[in-house]
């Protein structure tokens, strides 16, 4: 009974997430585009530099709270023939706008499954690579998502999440807090109609743990060579890390 409370808040922390990208899921790519000015393409394509699926043998890769399926149409198209990319989301509005984007391009090489990062209905020891882009801070219980990360990579295979993070450059941390508080939610109101959802994102990036901390929490996961990459003046960052 203890522990009635802490289910009550997880529960509805994921409710709440889960409502915002049901209302936002038709337009979530334009308001990608419109909230971060093209930036997130660049981010993503970053995160596809560091992972660098091969080209020429099989290589499984899981991108999970993969949503319209960004970032795992990208790893196909850098990685070769043999890649195959699984895209899990919680929310199956997002998962279908991702499965009309993919329609007739990808073939047998991507598939679409509805599941938790929390506890991945997947086997162990099955993915060459996870990737979570902008996903992490949506979870409740991050340690969890990172176990279970660890849980579905093979041996020697990779972590890799992209996640917004703290600006640490002078001037460009007061010019993005008042963009984060005052344009972002205005950007949600007049493109989604839903000013709340985008307020309850910008809260969300302002309680992830800092670089550091996440950094601590990936190694207490089990993970080694763990790294840390701001990127834009710290606005987002790429953690690496690999499973011995
Ligand atoms: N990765 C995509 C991208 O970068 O464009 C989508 C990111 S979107 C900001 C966050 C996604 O996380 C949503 O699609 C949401 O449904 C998903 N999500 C939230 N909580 C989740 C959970 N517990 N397990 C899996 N996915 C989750």
Redesign the pocket.
């Known amino acids: 009974a203890d522990f009635g409370f802490e289910t009550v808040a997880l529960n509805e922390k994921?409710g709440r997430?889960?409502g915002v990208?049901h209302s936002v899921a038709r337009r979530?790519?334009l308001m990608?585009d419109l909230m971060s000015g093209g930036l997130?393409r660049a981010w993503?394509a970053q995160l596809i530099a560091m992972l660098r699926p091969p080209k020429g043998r099989p290589f499984a890769h899981l991108?999970?709270?993969?949503?319209?399926g960004?970032?795992a149409f990208r790893v196909l198209e850098a990685g070769g023939p043999a890649t195959q990319v699984t895209v899990?989301?919680?929310?199956e509005s997002?998962l279908r706008v991702g499965a009309e984007r993919a329609a007739g391009r990808y073939g047998e090489r991507i598939a679409f499954v509805t599941?938790?990062?929390?506890t991945l209905p997947l086997p162990d020891a099955s993915f060459d690579a996870y990737t979570?882009?902008?996903?992490i801070r949506?979870?409740?219980r991050i340690e969890v998502?990172l176990a279970e990360a660890k849980r579905v990579l093979k041996p020697g295979g990779r972590f890799l999440c992209?996640e917004f993070s703290a600006v640490d450059v002078p001037l460009l941390d007061k010019i993005y807090e008042a963009y984060s508080f005052h344009v972002i939610p205005r950007i949600g109101e007049r493109v989604a109609g839903d000013a709340d959802s985008y307020r309850y994102?910008v809260e969300s990036i302002r309680k992830f743990p800092t670089r550091g901390a996440f950094a601590g929490m990936i190694e207490r996961a089990g993970f080694r060579h763990v790294t840390e990459r701001p990127l834009s003046g710290g606005i987002v960052a790429i953690h690496s890390g690999w499973k011995v």
């Open positions: 994921q997430v889960d990208f979530y790519d990608n997130h993503k991108d999970v709270a993969g949503g319209t960004d970032v899990l989301d919680i929310n997002m599941g938790n990062a929390e979570i882009a902008f996903g949506n979870v409740p998502a992209l994102l």
